[in-house]
C-alpha cells in the first residue's frame, strides 16, 4: 500500500513544478500527469505558486470538445465559457523527500481527493465543459496559507475548492465577501465560520445538520415523549439543537445530563424512561469517549427487560473499537454519518476500477468527496453559469457516489420569521443530508 500510495504522490509532487508553465496541458483521456512518469529534477519554493494548471482539451468523441481559449466571463448558461477553478488542498510539498522515496502521511487526504476530482474532470470534459483548474498546496500553518492568499493567479479564480483545515476556511471566507468569488468548502463542518456570505457553500454537514436529521427521523417514526437525550455536563451545549428541532407544540426531550467526573452510570435510575407498550429512545451526542459510550449501552442492556430501545449516536461511533458488537445490535444502535458509499453499485464499483487504473492504489472516502465535489460544481456550472449558488436552495438535490448534497439556507442563529424582511439575508449554504445507519448484519448500513 505504501508503494501504491508513492505512485499516486507523484502525481502531485510532480505538479508542483509545473508552476511556471501554465501553458501545460494533458488530454482528456488520462490522468494528468501519470504516476511514475514524472520525477523532479530540483526543488524552488513554491510556496505561494499554483502547484499545476490543467486544461482539459479535445477528447475521443467528446461532445462538444474542450477548448483552451482564455477564461472569459460566463455569459449564460450553456454558453462555451471557460471557468476558472482553483483547487486547495494539503499537500504538504515541503515536507517531501526531494527524491519521492517517502510521502508526507498528512498528505494522503490531498492526494486522495486531487485523485477524484482528477477522474471527475475526465467526466466533465465528457460532457462539454470547458474548465481551466489550477491546484495550489495550502500547506498547513496559517502564515503559509496567508502567503498563498497573496498570490495574484488565486484571484482570478471564479471558483475555489478547498481549503481542508477550517482556519483556512475563514481566512478564505473572508476574502470571498469582498471579492465575490464562489468558495466551495467540501471538508470542514465547522458552523457559523462566515456571515453575510451567499457565496459560501459547505459540503459537509454540520452538527446542527446531523442533530436536526437525527430528531426529524426519530419523530417521523416514535412521539417526543419516548426520546431522552444523554451526555455529559461539558457537552450540554449540543442537547439545544435536538430541542430546537422538535417540532413547534410538542414536549421537549428529557435530558440526562452525567457529571464529567462519572465513568459509570450506577447512580442513574433509566427504568423511569421505560413505558409498557414503548420503544425507548436515548440520544448521546457524545464522540470523545468509547468508555463512557460502553458503560450507558452496558446499562441500558442490563435494565431494559422486556422493553424494546433504540439508540443514536455520532458518526465516531463506527470507529469504535472496544465497544462489543452484540451491544450495537441487541440496542437498535443507529449513527449520523455525512456521507456513505455503497461500494456494491455498479457506479462505486466502475470508480474503484477507473482509481485503481490511473493510481494503482484503492480509493478511500477522500477521493469518493472529490470526484463528488468536482462533478457537482462542473454541472452546476453548465446549468446554471456563476449563478447557480443562488440556486442551490430550490434546485433537485444532487445524487452523487458518497451521498446526497441537499443545500439550504443556513443561519448564525434560527432563521427570522417568514415575515421579516432579513429571511433572504443568509449567512452561507449548507448541505444539509445526513444518512441515517442502523447496526445490521455487523456492519451499519442505511435505513429507509
Not at 15 to 43: E, H, I, M, S
Not at 169 to 187: H, K, M
Not at 223 to 247: H, I, M
Request: charged letters at 20%.
Amino acid at each position: 500500500m505504501v508503494f501504491k500510495m508513492l505512485r499516486l504522490f507523484l502525481v502531485a509532487f510532480a505538479l508542483v513544478f509545473a508552476g511556471c508553465n501554465p501553458a501545460k496541458k494533458t488530454t482528456a483521456g488520462r490522468p494528468p500527469g501519470k504516476p511514475g512518469t514524472v520525477r523532479p529534477t530540483d526543488r524552488p519554493d513554491t510556496r505561494s505558486e499554483p502547484m499545476d494548471t490543467i486544461r482539459w482539451t479535445t477528447a475521443p468523441n467528446a461532445k462538444p470538445p474542450i477548448a483552451n481559449a482564455p477564461a472569459t466571463p460566463a455569459e449564460a448558461p450553456g454558453a462555451a465559457q471557460t471557468y476558472r477553478l482553483a483547487l486547495l488542498l494539503p499537500f504538504l510539498t515541503d515536507q517531501a523527500d526531494p527524491g519521492g522515496l517517502t510521502v508526507p502521511e498528512k498528505s494522503s487526504l490531498a492526494l486522495q481527493f486531487y485523485g477524484g476530482v482528477s477522474l471527475a474532470l475526465q467526466k466533465l470534459s465528457e460532457e462539454g465543459i470547458n474548465l481551466a483548474v489550477e491546484v495550489f498546496d495550502t500547506q498547513v500553518s496559517d502564515a503559509d496559507f496567508q502567503r498563498l492568499l497573496g498570490n495574484p493567479r488565486l484571484g482570478k479564480a471564479q471558483v475555489m475548492i478547498g481549503p481542508v483545515r477550517p482556519s483556512h476556511v475563514a481566512l478564505l471566507a473572508e476574502r470571498i465577501r469582498q471579492t465575490r468569488q464562489i468558495l466551495i468548502s467540501p471538508e470542514s463542518p465547522t458552523m457559523n465560520l462566515t456571515s453575510r456570505n451567499p457565496d459560501f457553500i459547505q459540503i459537509n454537514p454540520s452538527l446542527r445538520a446531523h442533530c436536526t436529521a437525527i430528531t426529524r427521523h426519530i419523530l417521523r417514526r416514535h412521539s417526543p415523549e419516548s426520546v431522552t437525550l444523554v451526555c455529559k455536563e461539558k457537552e450540554a451545549d449540543r442537547l439545544p439543537f435536538f430541542q430546537q428541532a422538535n417540532s413547534p407544540g410538542n414536549k421537549p426531550f428529557a435530558q440526562i445530563l452525567v457529571p464529567d467526573a462519572a465513568t459509570t452510570f450506577d447512580n442513574i435510575d433509566l427504568s423511569r424512561y421505560f413505558k409498557p407498550g414503548r420503544t425507548a429512545v436515548f440520544v448521546l451526542p457524545t464522540w470523545a469517549s468509547q468508555d463512557f459510550v460502553m458503560a450507558f449501552l452496558r446499562k441500558l442492556s442490563a435494565g431494559k427487560g422486556a422493553n424494546t430501545v433504540e439508540v443514536y449516536g455520532m458518526p465516531q461511533w463506527k470507529n469504535f473499537e472496544n465497544i462489543e458488537p452484540e451491544y450495537f445490535a441487541t440496542l437498535n444502535v443507529h449513527i449520523i454519518a455525512a456521507s456513505f458509499v455503497n461500494r456494491d453499485t455498479e457506479e462505486a464499483r466502475a470508480f474503484r476500477y477507473a482509481f485503481y487504473a490511473a493510481y494503482g492504489t484503492v480509493p478511500d472516502d477522500n477521493a469518493y468527496n472529490g470526484y463528488d465535489t468536482m462533478l457537482f460544481t462542473g454541472q452546476m456550472l453548465r446549468r446554471y453559469g456563476l449563478s447557480f449558488p443562488q440556486r442551490l436552495p430550490a434546485e433537485r438535490p444532487f445524487d452523487g457516489l458518497r451521498g446526497r448534497y441537499q443545500f439550504a439556507k443556513a443561519y448564525s442563529d434560527n432563521p427570522p420569521d417568514a415575515a421579516n424582511d432579513q429571511l433572504e439575508q443568509y449567512d452561507y449554504l449548507e448541505n444539509t443530508f445526513v444518512h441515517i445507519l442502523r447496526f445490521q448484519n455487523y456492519r451499519f448500513e442505511p435505513v429507509d
